[in-house]
């Protein structure tokens, strides 16, 4: 089958319409990957054995460790092939994985080392191992980047204008002035917050035997400090955080904090998509045409933004296999049931689907400019905004009923310059300066301090 044919064929959309996505996800939460990565984590438990364990058999191979890390780091297509062959027999997926080391042993004439492939493991040692790794380097080598591109875009834009006033809307209906860089900075500093919340959760693991408890490995090797071994191998060999305390399996409880950071992320994502959309339904952005592309089926005029219409539809998809997941992964009967590993084979959908999502606001974005004419326009059109500053400039002098004056001049209506004008000239206890303010005041400029936030250095 063909890459057309297959992509045609696909039941997922990640995996056939965006398969994109599925090419650069596809290293880290594929059914492959997971493969590739309890290889990983059983020739490293093997080498941590040789390295750490005062053993005849253990230390006749410390001159012969490349040959053994060869295993994985030449993990093949063809490594896979076998490994599920092997896996049609035996019904299990990491005995599967023992297995093929061993054979691999074998051909390498080290048939006595077999004996400690997987020594002391239960099966969710090597799984929950491996699912942190490919947490940790999908996030590191693709989400994050492409969420850092999401924020650096905000950044770019709020710089290049900051001085592009426009009029705000509260409740959907006009308000205080604002900039479009302002307004961008604001997503700018929501989306780098988002991620420095995920980067800063601790990816655990555990290595700590059937009920979490060391018993097998504690048995054959009884004067070891397997509590600290283990703790060691994990951060050491693995190179993820050490989780003291389980069951049978990892609690999962990072993974959730991790989805649900990803959920923010994508909530702060729609929600700049809806003002988009909105601001694009109002003209303040221009989209701009490609040539070939068609807008609708039967009117020639349209221009959509479908790209940000289909970021919002695939946050809610990742949004609600996030939910899912992180409903589901910290329950488990007693010392363990399976439920947890079917679940877990889904979050590559969670990751896919928002990766997706970033795609398309930032495709959207590209096409747009800012409608500066527009903009221009309908703050000429708003004067009535002004009631803001000068009943706030007449509270300064004491005015008590400020707020109600202002409201019975402009409250349902359409104010002009000269309406403003007029009044500003009947407030004789102004100093000149003051009064000078507000006369000089428009629309455009009563944007505050908008444009230096729009381009301030803010620390998170």
């Given at each position: 089958m063909n890459k057309l044919e297959f992509e045609s064929m696909a039941l997922c959309p990640l995996d056939g319409r965006y398969s994109a996505i599925q090419a650069a996800l596809g290293p880290y939460f594929s059914e492959y990957a997971l493969v590739r990565y309890r290889v990983h984590v059983e020739i490293q438990w093997l080498k941590f054995l040789i390295e750490n364990i005062e053993h005849p058999i253990l230390t006749n191979y410390h001159d012969r460790l490349a040959e053994i890390e060869a295993i994985d780091i030449q993990f093949d297509e063809a490594a896979f092939q076998r490994i599920k062959e092997i896996e049609a027999t035996t019904r299990h997926d990491v005995k599967a994985v023992e297995y093929y080391i061993d054979g691999r042993l074998e051909e390498l004439g080290y048939k006595d080392l077999i004996s400690f492939v997987h020594i002391g493991c239960t099966s969710e040692d090597i799984n929950n191992t491996s699912y942190g790794c490919m947490l940790r380097d999908g996030l590191a080598k693709v989400w994050l980047p492409k969420a850092k591109e999401v924020a650096a875009t905000m950044e770019k834009w709020a710089v290049e204008h900051q001085d592009d006033a426009m009029l705000a809307h509260t409740h959907g209906q006009p308000a205080t002035p604002t900039t479009i860089g302002k307004e961008f900075k604001v997503y700018a500093y929501r989306f780098q917050s988002s991620i420095e919340n995920i980067e800063n959760i601790q990816i655990k693991a555990k290595f700590n035997g059937a009920t979490g408890n060391y018993s097998a490995i504690l048995t054959a090797f009884p004067n070891e400090d397997w509590p600290a071994l283990a703790k060691r191998f994990v951060e050491d060999y693995l190179h993820l955080a050490f989780n003291p305390l389980t069951t049978q399996i990892e609690s999962h409880d990072y993974t959730c904090h991790i989805l649900?950071?990803?959920?923010?992320?994508?909530?702060?994502?729609?929600?700049?998509?809806?003002?988009?959309?909105?601001?694009?339904?109002?003209?303040?952005?221009?989209?701009?045409?490609?040539?070939?592309?068609?807008?609708?089926?039967?009117?020639?005029?349209?221009?959509?933004p479908i790209r940000f219409e289909n970021s919002e539809a695939n946050v809610d998809l990742s949004n609600h296999i996030c939910v899912a997941l992180s409903n589901k992964l910290p329950r488990s009967r007693m010392q363990r049931d399976l439920s947890d590993s079917s679940s877990q084979r889904n979050l590559g959908l969670a990751f896919g689907y928002s990766l997706q999502a970033m795609n398309e606001t930032l495709n959207g974005l590209a096409k747009c400019v800012v409608n500066k004419e527009k903009l221009a326009s309908d703050l000429n059109e708003k004067w009535e905004v002004l009631a803001e500053p000068i009943q706030t400039m007449l509270r300064k002098y004491g005015v008590p009923d400020a707020y109600d004056i202002l409201k019975s001049l402009t409250r349902g209506k359409n104010i002009s310059r000269e309406d403003i004008l007029a009044f500003a000239d009947q407030l004789d206890m102004l100093s000149s300066q003051d009064h000078q303010t507000l006369v000089e005041m428009t629309p455009a400029s009563y944007t505050g301090l908008a444009s230096e936030l729009a381009k301030k250095e803010i620390d998170h």
């Amino acid at each position: 089958m063909n890459k057309l044919e297959f992509e045609s064929m696909a039941l997922c959309p990640l995996d056939g319409r965006y398969s994109a996505i599925q090419a650069a996800l596809g290293p880290y939460f594929s059914e492959y990957a997971l493969v590739r990565y309890r290889v990983h984590v059983e020739i490293q438990w093997l080498k941590f054995l040789i390295e750490n364990i005062e053993h005849p058999i253990l230390t006749n191979y410390h001159d012969r460790l490349a040959e053994i890390e060869a295993i994985d780091i030449q993990f093949d297509e063809a490594a896979f092939q076998r490994i599920k062959e092997i896996e049609a027999t035996t019904r299990h997926d990491v005995k599967a994985v023992e297995y093929y080391i061993d054979g691999r042993l074998e051909e390498l004439g080290y048939k006595d080392l077999i004996s400690f492939v997987h020594i002391g493991c239960t099966s969710e040692d090597i799984n929950n191992t491996s699912y942190g790794c490919m947490l940790r380097d999908g996030l590191a080598k693709v989400w994050l980047p492409k969420a850092k591109e999401v924020a650096a875009t905000m950044e770019k834009w709020a710089v290049e204008h900051q001085d592009d006033a426009m009029l705000a809307h509260t409740h959907g209906q006009p308000a205080t002035p604002t900039t479009i860089g302002k307004e961008f900075k604001v997503y700018a500093y929501r989306f780098q917050s988002s991620i420095e919340n995920i980067e800063n959760i601790q990816i655990k693991a555990k290595f700590n035997g059937a009920t979490g408890n060391y018993s097998a490995i504690l048995t054959a090797f009884p004067n070891e400090d397997w509590p600290a071994l283990a703790k060691r191998f994990v951060e050491d060999y693995l190179h993820l955080a050490f989780n003291p305390l389980t069951t049978q399996i990892e609690s999962h409880d990072y993974t959730c904090h991790i989805l649900d950071g990803i959920r923010h992320f994508n909530n702060v994502l729609v929600d700049f998509d809806v003002d988009m959309w909105l601001y694009i339904s109002m003209e303040y952005f221009k989209q701009i045409p490609v040539k070939g592309e068609v807008g609708s089926s039967t009117m020639p005029h349209k221009v959509n933004p479908i790209r940000f219409e289909n970021s919002e539809a695939n946050v809610d998809l990742s949004n609600h296999i996030c939910v899912a997941l992180s409903n589901k992964l910290p329950r488990s009967r007693m010392q363990r049931d399976l439920s947890d590993s079917s679940s877990q084979r889904n979050l590559g959908l969670a990751f896919g689907y928002s990766l997706q999502a970033m795609n398309e606001t930032l495709n959207g974005l590209a096409k747009c400019v800012v409608n500066k004419e527009k903009l221009a326009s309908d703050l000429n059109e708003k004067w009535e905004v002004l009631a803001e500053p000068i009943q706030t400039m007449l509270r300064k002098y004491g005015v008590p009923d400020a707020y109600d004056i202002l409201k019975s001049l402009t409250r349902g209506k359409n104010i002009s310059r000269e309406d403003i004008l007029a009044f500003a000239d009947q407030l004789d206890m102004l100093s000149s300066q003051d009064h000078q303010t507000l006369v000089e005041m428009t629309p455009a400029s009563y944007t505050g301090l908008a444009s230096e936030l729009a381009k301030k250095e803010i620390d998170h």
